[in-house]
């Protein structure tokens, strides 16, 4: 009987542990424990437990809304109405609200945002954005048939592409420092992530002598695909010139790369001598034979910018000169997650198309926008700056600050004995003595030896976080 | 430059430079027939003169998209969610105001605009685990073993691409009911598992025979490593409520062949036919004790797309996984934390799905009446489409013992079996589409499900309103006697 037992036990074990050594290969972001801890301490807090801080602040998230901005309100009154119609006939909402409402649950089947809806979500919401897009760009052409909403939508493109193993296995070149989940995303995917080093001392730039050198190193032993570039930069703020992005694009044609644009920070540019120009454009205007033979996906979300409503899911990728055999494709693997949800695509449909002059919601609307841009970057960046032990490069755009710790050599040696970054050790105790969480520069990404934080800039109490960090 | 000549012929990313799994993906219920239905529907628009009006879409379980509506208890506290300065509004009652308060507080920044945990807002998957205890008779669950999902369909894939692993003869073999929802082989194609097919008895109303699980199995082990067992309960397409006992063989099964299961329970209040009743895998498999309770290893998915509720738009569900090995629920956390989270929304209408308004609440009458009313429509629908289809020589229906669809046999003849193999299309797809010109009726031909071969069917949907049901039911009959006599 106990044999038996141990056999069954011993078989439990095998019927799952061999699981894909992909997933083995994902490295678990390290902000999981600062969010934990952080909300540790914040119960204790709340608990009345005694600290050297009263409120704990936590800005080491890209998500505007848990570090305490306010939704815009026409979004949330468009999505209430939709939610329920009963208040269309209610005095409680502005005439341009309902009209907008009234509008999007005609578009729905059965009236109801509760339908699924196309799979490249509700063509209205893609003719909106087709027209958003072309606007941006002072009238480049954009079609809604090449714009799939969708969450999710890096992950879903990168499906696409990656395939084989040993040398065949597909890379992408992914800039360091990069988003974490998109590397996640792809080595979950069973593909190579091929890193780019951002020049820091430039400001962040793309360089191409480096992105060449990435490039050879990653020929010999996988098949790079694809380019990742996110401009706006996430984290490091940089935003591409649109002699950067021609050169970009130029080396992407040269190299047979397909162009993957992360532009969901294209509303958050700071700097007043920047200017986000986006991929597409940029494309377009080099004309032929570029214009027509690159292939580029660009995402936008209706996470980021002044919207911020991450929770809702809202997001598409439009499609630049892909084979069309190739698109049929996308549209069925698109299929197989039925649609985007309904509440994202309206966040999407109000980005895209925002009140118009002479509407109820406009004045709100656009000093809510503009409250939520306002940024503090500059100031952030000088302070930083001021530090003993920091420099930051100029923060041209994005929404986070990506400041260079300068650690001493004893902290450094003191993380490397606990098996901890050391950067990651700074945040945490930068967490329990001052009660302020910021995101280590470890999960980005970085130059060997070099140490960051991360932290997001566009936030009201701003000032009040400031004085803490300026002090530790 | 030389390098201007080259480009100009050779893109990145071809047929055959992509990942070659993507093209084996299909999913008839949004496929090429649907494809048509909307270019129909666009001709109609422009005007285009056409036998029918309107194009009847019988193809996908959207509830709300052939009118039903929508519970009213849950539209106001999402409708608050959204909006919170409602909360002061006196049209909505307390219970809904309460509801919305809580849920709330458990988003960030108390704001459904937030990222929640990627495993889901706590207090919701606390909710959840008291759902299924309630449920279950009072069987523990743990929230910690609850994700909530982005419908049920984020769960099952995540839990295949969990499973799938192994290279030639050791590559995961997944077994799934013949006819099944294409979810399962488009995932299991794009993934390059084994797809492993075991029927269901259509002579015995869709049943599962052990015995041919048996033999699936033991094909299968010749060619791969059947890792997991998926099912359907209710059923789609077939519609049928899997009876307790073979609940139980199906979970002995499970624990003997040491397979993982998949129990797919997105239509478990949609039960119908006298006699038939819902019974949880997790419930039952409790219920057999330890030597099972302890050791298979089960996931369960449900969702709010479905049921009574009928809220596809939302995307929400969760998952329950008993008995996972430890090291592995690590790995589905790290891999459900990739894709960041489930939309809010839908995590908050799961709240409600699983916390709705309780005797005394001043929501309570409502509700039920609400939820009484368009269960007993949906199954009244079920019994008339049954019934009806079974008045058509040629076509036979099996009972439409749960879920949402009918999935009837048609006898096609042998000329217009010859005629759809000319032109390259599987015969009951030839059918269908000769159906939707002719009519408007979109249908999902039975070959985008599996079925046995030389038997041909197709999925309809027991949605359209009674009025409209009985007038589609009307025109598939007269079409199918047209079809037959010009096929003779």
Request: net charge neutral; aromatic share 8%.
């Amino acid at each position: 009987m106990k044999n038996e037992n141990n056999r069954r036990i011993k078989n439990k074990m095998s019927v799952l542990r061999a699981i894909s050594p992909d997933l083995s290969r994902i490295r678990l972001v390290d902000q999981d424990c600062l969010s934990k801890r952080a909300a540790q301490i914040r119960e204790a807090l709340l608990q009345g437990l005694e600290r050297p801080f009263k409120h704990l602040i936590d800005i080491s998230l890209g998500d505007a809304h848990r570090g305490g901005l306010q939704p815009i309100t026409f979004v949330r009154q468009v999505i209430s109405a939709c939610l329920y119609p009963s208040l269309l006939d209610s005095g409680r909402l502005p005439t341009d609200v309902k009209s907008r409402a009234r509008n999007l649950l005609k578009q729905c089947e059965g009236e109801s945002v509760g339908s699924y809806t196309a799979t490249c979500g509700l063509p209205k919401i893609q003719h909106s954005l087709s027209e958003f897009i072309s606007r941006r760009d002072r009238g480049v052409p954009s079609s809604p048939e090449n714009i799939f909403i969708t969450s999710g939508s890096q992950q879903l493109v990168l499906r696409l592409f990656v395939h084989g193993k040993g040398s065949l296995q597909t890379g992408i070149m992914t800039p360091v420092p990069s988003s974490p989940l998109f590397n996640m995303a792809l080595s979950s995917l069973g593909g190579a992530v091929v890193p780019y080093h951002l020049c820091e001392e430039e400001g962040w730039t793309l360089r191409l002598d480096e992105m060449r050198r990435a490039l050879a190193t990653a020929r010999r032993h996988c098949n790079p695909m694809g380019l990742y570039v996110i401009n706006p930069g996430n984290p490091v703020g940089q935003v591409q010139s649109q002699k950067s992005i021609e050169d970009v694009i130029r080396f992407a044609a040269e190299e047979k790369l397909f162009l993957l644009a992360d532009e969901v920070y294209q509303d958050s540019v700071h700097d007043p001598t920047a200017e986000f120009v986006s991929y597409k454009r940029v494309l377009h205007e080099m004309g032929p034979p570029y214009s027509n033979t690159v292939e580029l996906a660009s995402f936008n979300s209706a996470s980021k910018g002044f919207m911020g409503e991450c929770g809702l899911r809202g997001g598409y990728v439009e499609f630049v000169n892909l084979d069309s055999a190739v698109m049929g494709h996308i549209y069925t693997l698109f299929s197989t997650e039925a649609c985007t949800a309904v509440m994202g695509q309206i966040a999407l449909d109000i980005m895209a198309n925002p009140p118009r002059s002479g509407d109820a919601s406009y004045t709100a609307f656009f000093e809510n926008r503009r409250n939520t841009l306002n940024n503090n970057a500059k100031r952030v960046q000088e302070t930083l700056n001021s530090l003993d032990g920091m420099s930051c490069q100029p923060i041209r755009g994005g929404i986070y600050a990506f400041p260079q710790l300068h650690l001493p050599a004893r902290a450094v040696a003191k993380a490397e004995e606990a098996g901890v970054a050391p950067d990651l050790l700074y945040c945490m105790l930068l967490l329990e003595e001052m009660g302020l969480c910021v995101g280590p520069g470890s999960e980005h990404l970085q130059r060997k030896d070099t140490h960051h934080l991360r932290y997001i800039t566009h936030l009201p109490d701003e000032p009040i976080v400031q004085p803490r960090a300026n002090s530790y | 430059k030389s390098h201007q000549t080259n480009q100009c012929v050779c893109k990145v990313l071809t047929v055959d430079t992509m990942n070659s799994c993507v093209k084996k993906v299909e999913y008839a219920v949004r496929g090429p027939i649907v494809l048509r239905a909307v270019q129909i529907e666009k001709e109609l628009k422009e005007g285009v003169q056409k036998p029918f009006s309107e194009v009847i879409k019988a193809n996908i379980g959207d509830a709300h998209a052939m009118g039903q509506q929508p519970i009213t208890f849950f539209r106001q506290v999402l409708a608050m969610c959204s909006y919170p300065e409602l909360l002061d509004d006196d049209r909505f009652p307390e219970d809904a105001k309460g509801r919305a308060r809580r849920i709330l507080q458990g988003c960030g920044g108390q704001s459904i605009g937030a990222y929640s945990a990627s495993q889901g807002i706590e207090c919701v998957r606390q909710d959840v685990a008291r759902y299924v205890e309630r449920r279950d008779g009072g069987v523990p669950s743990d929230p910690d073993n609850i994700y909530l999902t982005t419908g049920a369909s984020d769960g099952i894939v995540t839990m295949l691409k969990l499973l799938v692993a192994g290279e030639g003869r050791s590559r995961t073999g997944v077994m799934i009911s013949i006819p099944q929802y294409p979810l399962y082989s488009a995932a299991l194609a794009e993934l390059g598992a084994v797809q492993v097919n075991y029927f269901l008895n259509e002579e015995r109303c869709w049943s599962l025979d052990v015995s041919e699980l048996r033999r699936a199995l033991a094909d299968a082990r010749r060619h791969c490593n059947p890792r997991a067992l998926c099912i359907i309960n209710p059923g789609n397409p077939t519609g049928q409520v899997q009876s307790r006992q073979c609940i139980e063989d199906v979970i002995r099964f499970a624990a003997k062949e040491r397979l993982f299961l998949m129990a797919d329970e997105v239509y478990q209040d949609n039960v119908y036919a006298e006699g038939c009743e819902f019974h949880s895998f997790k419930k039952v498999l409790f219920e057999m004790g330890p030597e099972f309770s302890s050791t298979v290893e089960l996931a369960s998915f449900h969702s709010t797309s479905k049921c009574y509720m009928g809220e596809c738009g939302f995307r929400g569900g969760y998952m329950e996984v008993v008995n996972m090995d430890p090291e592995v629920k690590a790995q589905l956390t790290k891999l459900v934390s990739v894709r960041l989270c489930p939309p809010v929304p839908g995590q908050a209408l799961m709240d409600l799905v699983v916390n709705p308004p309780q005797p005394g609440e001043p929501s309570y009458s409502t509700f039920i009446r609400e939820r009484k009313a368009t269960l007993s429509s949906l199954a009244e629908r079920a019994r008339l489409t049954e019934q009806i289809l079974n008045t058509v020589p040629g076509i036979a229906c099996n009972p439409v013992q749960g879920a949402m669809y009918s999935f009837p046999r048609v006898t096609l003849p042998a000329r217009a079996i010859r005629e759809a193999e000319e032109r390259g299309q599987a015969p009951d797809m030839f059918y269908c589409m000769k159906l939707l010109e002719e009519t408007g009726i979109c249908l999902v031909p039975g070959s985008g499900f599996g079925q046995r071969d030389g038997t041909f069917h197709f999925r309809m949907t027991i949605l359209p309103p009674t009025d409209k049901l009985k007038i589609l039911l009307s025109k598939v009959k007269d079409f199918h006697q047209r079809f037959i006599q010009q096929y003779s």
